[in-house]
Each structure stands twice: as structure tokens, then as C-alpha cells.
């Protein structure tokens, strides 16, 4: 046996801020917060879990884009050991959890982000280059049902951009056998400005050299949509799972230039992946 909607009307800098100071005041407030005067060897004493992984994907050649490339993504998660296990999504970044209380996990998020210019994609050609990077921040997640799980991520660009990604989704999942699981959910992303400047805003040279309308973003919802998996456990920490998700571009994301001359609002995916869960103690 595997271990134990939105509406988005926009996001402002103030709402980010919000989010940071939420997540902060748990993390503080929380019993692990409590025992810091212990030291940090005293916090890192226990057990702990790895899981490694990786995925393979057919996904547009860019966030916007209508044409679709295969591709392959790394799955990294670190954490204590809590009382239960959770449920987990191909959709969750690097993450290390440092406060675990079964139904309740918070900790730190990070996601890598790789180059993107001309050379990639046509579409692309006369405007600026991003260049890679990651993004670094928190999550949060819950259950409030015993079959359903909430998650939110709030990061902040490192070198590709210099703006703030929100990401929101629930999972809804089920053990069909004790070995097969489905589930699925909705998921929302909002992101500032700065986000959308450098991945969808094209300033005045960057018209001229590339032939699109120029375009300055705002701040605002970014996607919205649907996925789901199934999840076949195919030895106690081996997982290998089967997913597709369909997310529609909105706002100033929507509103660009590049998207509505040269790519598509609509963005599929489709792909594999598997894990692997090393246990240990410190």
C-alpha cells in the first residue's frame, strides 16, 4: 500500500509579500523553530530520506511556444523522516523539508532553470537571451482531506530573472491497487513583473531586431490548468509513474507579444518519470 478551485483574478507584489511573511511566521513559529537553541547538529540528528529521480517529456520548445521537443528533467527531494508519508508530484521542485509533522511540511524549494535564446528556437531570434539560472525560496503543504494534498511554492529568480513565481496546486489521489495510484488536481501560477520582462517583454530593440510588437508586462497570474499521474510503486522505494498536464497561459503572459504572433496560449505535456527513495541516519 502506498503510505498514507482556484480562481485567479491576479497577483500583486503586496500578495507575494503576504505569502513570504506566512510562510516565514510558521516556520518560525513551529516546533522545530522552538528547539533551534539546541544547535544544528541537535536539528540534523535523526533519519532522514533522498529521493533522486529523473523524467522524460514531450513539452513545448518554450514556455509560449506551439511547437514540442522531448526533453528530460532531474527530481530531487531531501528531508527528516516525519511520522507518515506523503504524497509527492513530479510537479514539486528540489525541495528540503525542515519542518515535518506528517499532515503538515514546510521548508525550502529551489528549481533550476536552463538558457534560452535564439539558437533554441526561431521564434525566438532578435530578442535578448535569458540565461540560466534557478530559482530559490519556500513551500508549504497540507492536507485538509486524508486523500487530498495542497501545496504552494513561492521563489525568487537567481541570475535568469530577477522576479517572484508563485505556484499553487491539489492533488487529489487514490490507491486503485496497493501498488497503483492515481491522482490529479488543478494548478495555478502567478508571477511579478520582473518574471514576465524577462521571458515574455520586448523593448524597442528587441522589436526592431525581431520583428514582434513590443510588449512591458505587469505583474499577474501567469497559467492555470490541469494534471494528473499514475503511479505504479514498483519495489518499496523504487516509483515509476505516468503523467500529463495541460496549463492555459494567462495575463501578461498571455497578453505578449511573442505568444500571440508566434506561439500558442495552450501548453501539453506528456512524460514519464521514475524515483528512487534512499533512507539514512545522522
Known amino acids: 500500500m502506498f503510505p498514507p478551485v482556484f480562481r485567479a483574478y491576479g497577483v500583486t507584489m503586496r500578495s507575494i509579500k503576504v505569502f513570504q511573511v506566512v510562510l516565514a511566521t510558521f ?8 528547539e533551534a537553541a539546541d544547535g544544528a547538529l541537535g536539528w540534523l ?10 523524467t522524460g517529456l514531450v513539452a513545448p520548445d518554450f514556455e509560449g511556444s506551439k511547437n514540442y521537443i522531448l526533453s528530460a528533467q532531474p527530481l530531487i527531494s531531501l528531508g527528516k523522516a516525519g511520522p507518515a508519508a506523503r504524497f509527492t508530484s513530479r510537479n514539486d521542485n528540489i525541495s528540503l523539508g525542515l519542518i515535518d509533522e506528517g499532515g503538515l511540511r514546510a521548508g525550502l524549494a ?3 532553470l536552463f538558457s534560452r535564446d535564439g539558437d533554441d528556437a526561431d521564434e525566438l531570434r532578435g530578442l535578448d537571451p535569458v540565461r540560466w539560472g534557478g530559482e530559490a525560496g519556500g513551500f508549504f503543504e497540507f492536507y485538509p482531506l486524508d486523500w487530498l494534498r495542497a501545496r504552494a511554492e513561492l521563489r525568487h529568480g537567481i541570475r535568469a530573472h530577477n522576479g517572484f513565481v508563485a505556484d499553487i496546486a491539489a492533488d487529489a489521489f487514490h490507491d486503485v491497487t496497493p501498488e497503483v495510484r492515481i491522482s490529479g488536481g488543478p494548478r495555478v501560477s502567478f508571477a511579478s513583473s520582473d518574471y514576465f520582462d524577462a521571458y515574455y517583454g520586448v523593448d524597442a530593440e528587441e522589436a526592431i531586431a525581431s520583428g514582434l510588437n513590443r510588449y512591458r508586462p505587469d505583474g499577474g497570474v501567469k497559467s492555470a490548468g490541469l494534471g494528473g499521474a499514475v503511479t505504479w510503486k514498483v519495489t518499496e522505494p523504487m516509483t515509476a509513474s505516468l503523467f500529463a498536464e495541460y496549463s492555459r497561459l494567462m495575463g501578461p503572459a498571455a497578453d505578449s507579444s511573442l505568444v500571440k504572433e508566434r506561439g ?5 505535456t506528456i512524460g514519464v518519470s521514475t524515483t528512487y527513495r534512499f533512507d539514512f541516519s545522522m
Open 45 to 54: 540528528s535523526g533519519d532522514w530520506y533522498l529521493t533522486v529521480g529523473a
Open 110 to 112: 529551489g528549481k533550476i
Open 264 to 268: 500558442s496560449r495552450d501548453q501539453f
Open 27 to 34: 516556520m518560525l513559529g513551529a516546533p522545530g523553530a522552538a
